[in-house]
């Protein structure tokens, strides 16, 4: 595929994810699915790094990579259906909103705890490596997630082991309230890479073609026996943390914000090439908008919602007498 053409595909990917991530926040504003953690403002970085992924490679994420997960493959269906904790979610309800995943994708659901997936993440690629499998892994991870143990423990372990692995962090400049001037006392948080042994670099996180870049070149040499990288891609989130947090209460930087919008920078820079106009747009745009609504018509429609004891389920072959116990309390009320 030529370079145009892909950039256009990763453009049509970060559309839908602009507009169903539109859509999901304006249902959860009208109280119809819980908490939701928007990703408007960092498609540009999510999207064009997923690009470089093969079949048998694997995504790890945090919970703002709406787009990653589209470009793996999930459909708008199991996007919402998670989020209703329907009866179709592969997961049934029990996993927190934005947990996006699917097995037969290779795209890992994300844990709660800030980076606690890392170094689940270095053991896959180190395993692949190890069976001298072909597969490589991409992990996501945010500024706030430097801090965490786990990541240094996952950075690590990946210099050790020259993993298969590309670290990509959001640095969108927050960690809920925390500014990243709070966060590190460090120049960037490339630099961090080069005190486990191996190559970190600065890209424009609203750059999709400097991300797709750095991405592609990443992997090769992943693939090549040339070890992990870890990219900073420099990006804005746009809204707030979560639909639980109020911006305004800690931020003041909103000003230059439509600079800096990916999604446009990309669209214009495909306008400019005479790959992309107006009426492209308005086609997509609109077949796009009928996709979310007919399937948020289709996936909110779904009942039963699954039974509340399914949450006991799946874990142990046979269940432990303190879960039992609280399994029958929760059926008691
Ligand atoms: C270990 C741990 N500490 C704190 C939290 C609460 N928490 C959830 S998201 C978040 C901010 C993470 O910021 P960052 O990694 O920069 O990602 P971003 O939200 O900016 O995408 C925090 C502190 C958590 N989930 N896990
Ligand atoms: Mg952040």
Not at 137 to 147: I, K, P, Y
Not at 255 to 270: C, F, T
Not at 280 to 306: F, H, M, W
Request: a negative charge; proline letters at 5%.
């Amino acid at each position: 595929m030529s370079e145009n053409s892909e950039l256009l595909e990763i453009y049509r990917i970060m559309l839908l994810a602009r507009i169903l991530d539109k859509k999901i926040l304006s249902i959860q504003r009208q109280g119809r699915i819980g908490p939701y953690v928007p990703c408007m403002g960092e498609e540009g970085a999510v999207v064009p790094s997923t690009f470089s992924l093969e079949k048998n490679d694997w995504l790890f994420s945090s919970y703002r990579e709406l787009g990653a997960h589209l470009a793996r493959g999930i459909s708008v269906d199991l996007i919402l259906a998670q989020l209703f904790g329907n009866s179709q979610d592969l997961s049934k309800g029990r996993q927190m909103s934005n947990s996006w995943g699917s097995k037969v994708l290779n795209d890992v659901p994300t844990a709660a705890p800030i980076g606690a997936y890392l170094p689940v993440a270095v053991g896959v690629a180190t395993a692949a490596k190890l069976r001298k499998q072909e597969s490589c892994v991409l992990a996501f991870l945010g500024d706030g997630a430097t801090s965490a143990s786990d990541f240094h423990v996952a950075m690590n372990f990946a210099g050790v082991n020259k993993a298969p692995i590309v670290f990509l962090c959001r640095n969108n400049g927050w960690a809920i309230s925390l500014p990243v001037t709070k966060q590190t006392a460090s120049e960037s948080i490339a630099v961090k890479a080069k005190a486990y042994g191996f190559e970190g670099l600065q890209v424009d996180g609203s750059d999709a073609l400097a991300v797709y870049l750095a991405s592609k070149k990443a992997f090769e040499k992943a693939r090549q026996g040339g070890g992990p990288t870890l990219i900073e891609a420099l990006t804005y989130r746009a809204g707030p943390h979560s639909t639980a947090d109020d911006p305004k209460r800690y931020r003041t930087d909103e000003a230059s914000w439509e600079e800096k919008d990916p999604v446009n920078r990309l669209r214009q820079s495909l306008v400019s090439k005479g790959v992309w106009n107006e009426e492209n747009e308005t086609r997509l745009s609109k077949e796009y908008e009928t996709l979310v609504s007919e399937s948020l018509a289709r996936q909110e429609a779904i009942r039963p919602l699954p039974p509340k004891e399914l949450i006991f389920e799946d874990v142990y072959s046979e269940m432990p007498w303190n879960l039992k116990e609280q399994s029958d309390d929760m059926l008691l009320e």
